[in-house]
């Protein structure tokens, strides 16, 4: 579920409320998404750090040209994070079919971080399917082009520039209701 349909959930429950309460046009924003600012704005500030973070690593190993696979990209990220202390976690996947799979997530944004993580992981199966549409599904060529270096790295820079995204518009939205 993506951020525009946790949005439309909150806005029907709003809109229940408010024919239950009386409430009028222009009324404050209802409470359950005031809350989930409230709630997750210091976890939304952390993920848009942490989203710039990626796509410099990201973008440090696509541009090191000892870098030829998408193995060398993942192996670089990781070496660099390792080295800074930093450990990761795997909150989703896309396989080289296309099929997305993201983990399941606890405490009181975990809607939120859930589609973030999908929207991240849809750059991944958009890139996925283009590629194999051009190059046919499961082909030397595709195999070759998926697990290019440089297109490695470009489409994680993509993803994680989309999962920036939802997360500012989160806390514009949450800015735009008073939050």
């Not at 410099?56 to 070496?79: F, L, M, Q, R, W």
């Not at 976690?89 to 973030?116: F, I």
């Amino acid at each position: 579920m993506g951020y525009a349909e946790i949005k439309q959930d909150l806005d029907r429950e709003a809109s229940r409320e408010a024919k239950a309460g009386g409430a009028c046009k222009g009324c404050p924003p209802p409470k359950k998404f005031l809350e989930e600012c409230k709630k997750c704005s210091t976890r939304a500030d952390a993920n848009l750090a942490w989203a710039d973070k990626m796509i410099a690593e990201y973008t440090k190993a696509g541009n090191d040209p000892s870098n030829v696979t998408g193995t060398d990209i993942e192996n670089a990220v990781d070496a660099s994070l390792t080295a800074q202390g930093i450990v990761t976690s795997v909150a989703g996947t896309t396989d080289a079919s296309g099929n997305v799979k993201v983990k399941k997530q606890k405490g009181p944004c975990a809607r939120l971080e859930e589609a973030a993580t999908r929207a991240h992981e849809d750059v991944h199966a958009n890139h996925t399917k283009d590629l194999q549409k051009k190059l046919g599904k499961n082909t030397p060529a595709f195999k070759k082009a998926w697990n290019d270096a440089k297109d490695w790295a470009g489409d994680e820079v993509n993803a994680y520039t989309a999962e920036k995204k939802y997360w500012e518009k989160f806390k514009d939205d949450c800015k735009k209701a008073g939050a």
